[in-house]
């Protein structure tokens, strides 16, 4: 079976890359939405809870940020450079996994104060969770279209029509 370059970068050097591409991000953007409807809710605007939001989502958008410039030199470029990409489908899962960065680098750089300076708190929190919930979205379907045999839509174009 062939697969995606997003399944093969997770399933090599197991269960490293696993835990260094998809187990750290994903947890970090999880428990970012868990405590997020927690200081929503309460309209929590200091304490632990916020504190431990802030540190997570700071972690998370430098520690994405690092993920995407790795991954962007040591295999975007060389597989476009030499047509190695396993069709569309392969495009799309690693695409819109590295899309996350827009989400989760903004979340960063305005836990740091660099973004959104003259926005309030509460519209701070509305961003937030917006750029929290586009990264869910991105790093799902990035998911979704990994798992797929990039076979099957090869050979999808040879069938017969039903």
């Not at 750290?24 to 504190?51: D, K, Q, W, Y």
């Not at 989502?57 to 295999?75: D, E, H, N, P, V």
């Not at 489908?89 to 660099?114: C, N, R």
Request: hydrophobic share 55%.
């Amino acid at each position: 079976m062939d697969m995606t370059h997003y399944m093969s970068l997770l399933t090599s050097n197991q269960p490293w890359n696993l835990l260094i591409f998809m187990a750290i991000p994903v947890i970090c953007a999880e428990t970012l939405t868990i405590s997020e409807f927690f200081i929503i809710f309460n309209r929590l605007e200091t304490g632990r809870l916020r504190t431990f939001n802030k540190a997570v989502g700071i972690f998370a958008g430098l520690y994405f940020t690092g993920i995407f410039i790795y991954l962007f030199i040591a295999a975007v470029i060389p597989i476009t450079t030499t047509g190695q990409w396993h069709t569309w489908v392969d495009v799309v899962a690693v695409g819109f996994y590295l899309l996350g960065v827009i989400f989760l680098l903004p979340i960063a750089l305005t836990e740091l104060g660099i973004l959104f300076k003259g926005k309030t708190k509460e519209e701070k929190m509305k961003i937030h969770f917006i750029l929290i919930s586009g990264f869910l979205v991105t790093a799902h379907i990035a998911m979704i279209f990994g798992m797929v045999n990039p076979e099957i839509i090869n050979s999808m174009s040879t069938m017969p029509i039903m």
